[in-house]
């Protein structure tokens, strides 16, 4: 119904659990609710050590470069921050609910949309990062030198599943960096979706959402943050003369 009347897809689906929550036929959608979710939250194939192997083919290469995940998400902020993952995390940026009264779900406070996950890029990019930046919103219009800012986007790897991920797509790949599409495997119905993004030159690759060891997306995504560690090594030593 949404769809009919140009809603926006994710304030779209953040109104109808709002709507859910208040007609209390499940019962109030609460924070604690959604975190619960968050904890049993079910993981792709290999995620849960996928963190700690990146970084250790990184440090092998490169000592020096320092690995940093982030998670931009148009999903909900506390389901995010309460997977078993959450703390390999730099930064997490998602959709975020206030609460009522009756500690159920009651606005959004935060829509996390297309180019939406674009603004949080530039966070990394110029170091717009960690608990001193809280509730400065306008701190990333701020003007970096290009020589100060603290992630480039051709030092970027961005891997995304959906629509909401083609302008980060779009950016990173313009820039140099590597753009990575996946698809779930227990949803082949998706795929055909995200082979638009190869095709319209959205990605760099497209593989299945498996990130064991074996998996062909791990060894590319290995491949990419070596290849980048590199490249950044050898940036500082042509820098320092």
């Known amino acids: ?21 208040q007609s209390g036929k499940h019962g109030l959608i609460t924070q604690q609710r959604l975190k619960d979710w968050g904890a049993r939250l079910e993981l792709h194939d290999g995620v849960p050590t996928l963190f700690q192997r990146l970084r250790a083919a990184v440090r092998a290469e490169q000592p020096q470069v320092q690995l ?15 997977t078993p993952i959450a703390h390999e995390f730099t930064e997490i940026w998602a959709s975020e609910f206030i609460y009522g009264a009756d500690g159920g779900i009651a606005f ?7 180019t939406d996950k674009t603004r949080y ?24 030198p290009e ?11 961005f891997v995304g599943d959906g629509y909401t991920d083609i302008p ?9 960096g590597f753009a990575f599409g996946v698809w779930d495997p227990k949803h082949r119905d998706k795929r055909s979706r995200a082979w638009g993004f190869i095709e319209e030159g959205r ?8 990130y064991d060891e074996h998996a062909e997306l791990y060894q590319w995504l290995e491949e990419a943050v070596t290849s980048l560690a590199g490249r950044i090594a050898l940036k500082s030593r042509v ?3």
């Open 1 to 21: 119904m949404l769809s009919q009347q140009d809603w926006d897809p994710v304030p779209a689906y953040l109104y109808q659990m709002i709507q859910l929550s």
């Open 147 to 157: 020589d100060r800012l603290r992630v480039p986007f051709d030092q970027m790897v």
């Open 108 to 114: 959004p406070r935060r829509i996390v949309s297309f």
């Open 239 to 241: 820098y320092r003369g």
């Open 121 to 144: 890029l530039f966070h990394i990019q110029k170091g717009i990062i960690g608990r001193d930046f809280r509730n400065k919103p306008f701190e990333v219009n701020r003007k970096v």
């Open 68 to 82: 940093e995940f982030y998670l931009i998400s148009s999903g909900i902020g506390d389901v995010v921050r309460s």
């Open 168 to 176: 980060c797509f779009s950016l990173i790949r313009r820039a140099g």
């Open 203 to 210: 990605v760099s690759n497209l593989n299945q959402a498996r």
